[in-house]
């Protein structure tokens, strides 16, 4: 599936807010409890600490997801908040993403964190992540 990033811009709050409630409030809900006012915070600061490193996904010019890409001073990278709407999940789209993203930056180290029940675990180990550790709620995995 041919895809494009575009730079995540202020006024994206609205969509990423929608992601989040479409792909992480089951888990949010159950580990902490799902606050609408508080996501809509945290989603600000996330914004305002990583705007820079936050891309938005496009298929055919439509915004289908967002990928937070970080690179550390040590050359690693941290994957952040990944996340595609449902109705494009399970088209071979974070596969893509990550494929390309891997052969971008051979020899690098990649980590992450998933919630435990997040069924992307599975998509993460067939790219090559395996748990390194892990809380009470994520496994920390690293590629």
């Known amino acids: 599936m041919e895809y494009t990033f575009r730079k995540c811009v202020k006024t994206d709050l609205d969509f990423i807010i929608e992601l989040k409630r479409k792909c992480f409030r089951w ?3 159950k580990i902490y409890g ?3 006012n508080k996501q809509l915070e945290l989603t600000k600061q996330e ?3 990583n705007l ?3 891309k938005i996904i496009q298929v055919k010019g439509q915004d289908v997801g967002l990928f937070t890409f970080i690179k550390e001073e040590n050359g690693d990278y941290l994957i952040g908040m990944f996340a ?3 109705e494009w999940q399970n088209h071979g789209l974070g596969t893509k993403i990550l494929k390309d993203i891997i052969l971008e930056h051979p020899n690098t180290r990649f980590h992450l964190k ?3 029940e997040n069924p992307a675990r599975f998509l993460y180990e067939r790219m090559g992540f395996h748990k390194y550790d892990e809380t009470d709620t ?3 995995m690293e590629r």
Do not use: A, K, R
Request: glycine share 0%; net charge negative; with cysteine.
């Open 138 to 140: 994520h496994w920390l």
């Open 47 to 49: 914004m305002c600490d």
């Open 34 to 36: 799902w606050d609408e």
């Open 52 to 54: 820079s490193d936050m």
């Open 114 to 116: 998933t919630y435990q």
């Open 27 to 29: 888990y949010i809900e």
């Open 84 to 86: 595609i709407l449902p």
